[in-house]
C-alpha cells in the first residue's frame, strides 16, 4: 500500500521561502498525480497544487500560482512544492495525497486515495 510523508515544514518569515517534500513508500508514486492541499485553523482544507503522474502537466490555486511551484523525481518517489514569497496566510498544515487517476481531476477529497500526516507551516515575523 502506498505510504506518504511529508516533510519540509516550519516557522519562516513574511517573505521567505520553503520547500516541501512528499515522499512515498510501498508503492511507486509514478502512477498517481499527486495533489498539494493545507489546512489553516478553522478553515475548510483547500487544494493548492496538483501534478500529472508524468509532470508534465501541474495546476496551482489562484492565490499560490505566482509564487509556489510543484516538481516531481518518479525516480526517487518524491514530490516537491517550492514556496516562495510566504504570506501568513499561508500558514497552515501542508498535506500531499495521491489521486486516484494519473492526471490532476481537481481538488475533490474522494479523488485522493492516499494522504500523508501533514507538516506545519507557520509564516510570521
Known amino acids: 500500500q502506498l505510504q506518504l510523508v511529508e516533510s519540509g515544514g516550519g516557522l519562516v518569515q513574511p517573505g521567505g521561502s520553503l520547500k516541501l517534500s512528499c515522499s512515498a513508500s510501498?508503492?511507486?508514486?509514478?502512477?498517481?498525480?499527486v495533489g498539494w492541499f493545507r489546512q489553516a485553523p478553522g478553515k475548510e482544507r483547500e487544494g493548492v497544487a496538483c501534478?500529472?503522474?508524468?509532470?508534465?502537466?501541474?495546476d496551482l490555486a489562484g492565490s499560490v500560482k505566482d509564487r509556489f511551484s510543484v516538481f516531481r523525481d518518479n525516480a526517487e518517489n518524491t514530490v516537491t512544492l517550492h514556496m516562495n514569497s510566504l504570506k501568513p496566510e499561508d500558514t497552515a498544515i501542508y498535506y500531499c495525497?495521491?489521486?486516484?487517476?494519473?492526471?490532476?481531476?481537481?481538488?475533490?477529497?474522494?479523488?485522493?486515495?492516499?494522504w500523508g500526516q501533514g507538516t506545519q507551516v507557520t509564516v510570521s515575523s
Open positions: 510501498g508503492f511507486p508514486l509514478a502512477y498517481y498525480a
Open positions: 501534478i500529472s503522474s508524468s509532470g508534465g502537466h501541474t
Open positions: 495525497a495521491a489521486n486516484r487517476y494519473y492526471y490532476c481531476s481537481g481538488y475533490a477529497s474522494y479523488q485522493y486515495d492516499y
